[in-house]
């Protein structure tokens, strides 16, 4: 059995704030420096953002997905088709991706419009390309624990708990919300680490008698407010992966995560801010997938060559 974990006291509120820039500053430093090296053996990670129809919800973070792979050296191509595109055309467009030597990673940006089966779509993208981890074969190794290419969120909530420094072996953590590509991805890679996982979703009833035990909560439903400062324990690392848009009563719109920031901010030992908290720590990992896909991809190359040689 392991020992209790150390959780912060509440007065204890010095470095409360889990900012996620830190990390992903990290990361993007790591693969910056790889990339480099790639780069003078003549491989040049190429990213492919793909968006259908109105992508304005995307924009932002197509943006910024653009910016920092292109600091990094990592080439950024933006691909947008109209909303009357059909999944067969779609279909062939990723396919024509997989066989391009040239590309290393394909990301789909969502939401794709109703029409379109978005699952169906990840799931064409080749495995050795899927950097945003959503293929079934890239969820399904996250179960053997293969985690070469993880799905972004989940991978960079994870290692935003560890950066607390808390031990994660025996440690009793609820996750709030079970979609495929968030919640339960993050429920592997946690049981992975040794931790004791509970799920919760829409139809658990009582969520506080759960998120109250926990010395680890990741929310992630989409509802601002969600998780209050009365339904966590004192000193827990709450790990905030919602987005949302709220309108406050002075009329500004702001985005917010699924905690209620001021009381969950009092009870805490560590909290995510949104945004500043999974997000840039996402983006990172999207690009440290980018890298991983151009290695794997190289090593595919050598090998075919080596062995037609
Ligand atoms: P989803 O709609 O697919 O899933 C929502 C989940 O919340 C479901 O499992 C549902 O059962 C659960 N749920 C709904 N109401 C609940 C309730 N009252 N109590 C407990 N559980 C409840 O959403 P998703 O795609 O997993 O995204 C969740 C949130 O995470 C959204 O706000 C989304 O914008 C955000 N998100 C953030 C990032 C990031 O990089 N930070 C990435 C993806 C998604």
């Known amino acids: 059995m392991s020992a209790s974990p150390q959780l912060k006291t509440a007065s204890n509120d010095d470095h409360k704030l889990l900012r996620g820039r830190p990390l992903a500053e990290r990361i993007r430093a790591e693969v910056a420096t ?13 990213l492919v953002s793909i968006c259908v129809g109105d992508a304005q ?7 910024n997905q653009r910016r920092v792979a292109e600091k990094l050296g990592i080439a950024f191509e933006e691909r947008v088709y109209p909303d009357s595109v059909t999944q067969a055309e779609m279909l062939a467009v990723i396919h024509a991706l997989n066989a391009d030597p040239r590309v290393s990673g394909v990301i789909i940006q969502r ?49 935003l708990l560890k950066a607390t420094g808390l031990d994660l072996k025996g440690l009793e953590v609820v996750v709030i919300g079970h979609s495929e590509i968030v919640g339960k991805p993050i429920a592997f890679l ?12 829409h139809m658990t009833r009582h969520l506080a008698m759960h998120s109250r035990k926990a010395d680890a909560v990741f929310v992630a439903v989409g509802k601002a407010g969600l998780v209050t400062g009365n339904m966590i324990k004192p000193g827990c690392a709450l790990i905030d992966i919602g987005i ?63 062995s037609s040689a």
Not at 34 to 46: F, I
Not at 57 to 63: I, K, T
């Open 34 to 46: 790889s990339v480099a090296t790639l780069a003078e053996q003549g491989w040049q990670p190429r």
């Open 57 to 63: 919800a995307a924009v932002l973070y197509v943006r």
């Open 111 to 159: 939401p794709v419009p109703a029409h379109l089966s978005i699952k169906q779509l990840q799931s064409a993208v080749h495995p050795l390309k899927d950097v945003e981890g959503m293929n079934p074969a890239s969820i399904g190794n996250i179960v053997y624990n293969e985690l070469t290419l993880g799905p972004c969120t989940s991978v960079a909530s994870v290692e």
């Open 190 to 201: 946690l049981m992975n680490e040794g931790a004791t996982v509970t799920v919760c979703h």
């Open 244 to 306: 949302n848009q709220v309108t406050t009563p002075e009329g500004e719109t702001r985005v917010v995560g699924d905690a209620d920031f001021e009381s969950c901010y009092d009870v805490a030992g560590w909290i995510t801010p949104v945004p500043g908290g999974v997000g840039p720590v996402t983006v990172s990992i999207l690009m440290r997938n980018t890298l991983t896909a151009l290695q794997l991809q190289k090593r595919h190359y050598e090998s075919a060559f080596a």
